[in-house]
């Protein structure tokens, strides 16, 4: 096992990870390195679909990359449907910040922030950076309290770090109207008159909804659910199918979706034969799930 997987395995019990006191065999060894996300590619898409594109930070502390993958896989997965609906509005990806300065240049936000948001409409790119402060992760494992109201409390701060990323996420995504309509001109430039009618004809009710279409004209089904509430229901449903289809079925940009349930981390899709070795291991269940993400270095 090299160092960098050691690394990456002996900061997961600061994340929420509590792996037992002896070396498991990981499948994740296997795994040298991901490549990013193609950050111009991601920026392509986004700016034919009339979408801000939403960078997922991937830390350079090892640690700390467990700690994001378990915040971010907990958005993806347990979010509701209006936040759902939101992240639609979105290309998502994950990137480093050395691969973000690269893309923005002077228009990339300080630090590390957790997510950065870059409106693609109009000729000159502009950042903003997501960074809410959140409550700590709770580990059951550590302390010495009673283990159910420990482990409740362990549950209830994932849930509550992932709902207060979502809000903040939500706000940077959809912050007003202007914002919103400015997408719509730039999103009906890649749609032909027919995509538009059937647009109109789910969010209507009297089509059925084509999750590709709904995903490619994402903010227009949210414009025509502003104009009509009536619509509003139609709306979140298809964005939600869309949201679902390209962010929890498949992985962002960057990252690998991987599970854990206490006794060491799996990445999907990874068959190396491995056994992974099992212990006295914790995970919250909203964190279960979680992406594994990689960063160039």
């Known amino acids: ?10 900061g997961a019990g600061a994340a929420g990870i509590v ?16 490549a990013g996300g193609d950050l111009d590619e991601a920026l392509k898409r986004a700016r034919e679909r009339g979408k801000p ?35 639609a509005l979105c290309e998502v990806a994950c990137a480093d910040m050395d691969g973000i300065r690269g893309l923005l240049e002077k228009a990339s936000p300080p630090g590390e922030p957790l997510a ?84 109109l004809a789910i969010a209507d009710g009297k089509a059925k909804v084509d999750v590709s279409l709904a995903d490619r ?19 979140v449903g298809a964005l939600k199918q869309a949201a679902v289809e390209r962010l929890r079925v498949k992985s962002p940009a960057g990252a690998k979706w991987a599970r854990d349930t206490g006794c060491g981390p799996d990445v999907e899709g990874d068959d190396t034969g491995m056994v992974v070795g099992c212990g006295m291991g914790y995970v919250p269940e909203a964190s279960a799930r979680f992406l594994y993400l990689f960063a160039d270095r």
């Open 1 to 10: 096992m090299d160092r960098r997987t050691l690394l990456k395995l002996a």
């Open 19 to 34: 792996l037992p006191g002896f070396a498991l065999s990981s499948r994740l060894a296997f795994l040298a390195r991901a």
């Open 53 to 87: 594109l939403l960078l997922l930070v991937i830390p350079r502390d090892d640690a700390q990359k467990w700690e994001r993958g378990r915040l971010f896989g907990g958005l993806l997965n347990t979010a509701g449907d209006e936040t759902l609906a939101d992240l």
């Open 116 to 199: 950065v948001l870059v409106e693609t409409a109009g000729p000159n790119l502009r950042a903003l950076g997501i960074d809410p402060i959140l409550p700590p992760q709770t580990d059951p494992l550590r302390g010495g309290e009673d283990w159910k109201e420990a482990r409740k409390r362990a549950e209830q701060a994932a849930r509550d770090r992932v709902a207060q990323f979502g809000e903040a996420v939500r706000a940077a995504v959809a912050p007003d109207g202007k914002a919103l309509l400015e997408r719509v001109v730039e999103a009906e430039k890649g749609l032909t008159p027919a995509e538009a009618s059937t647009l």
């Open 217 to 235: 004209g994402a903010v227009v089904l949210r414009k025509l659910a502003e104009e009509d509430p009536s619509r509003r229901e139609r709306v």
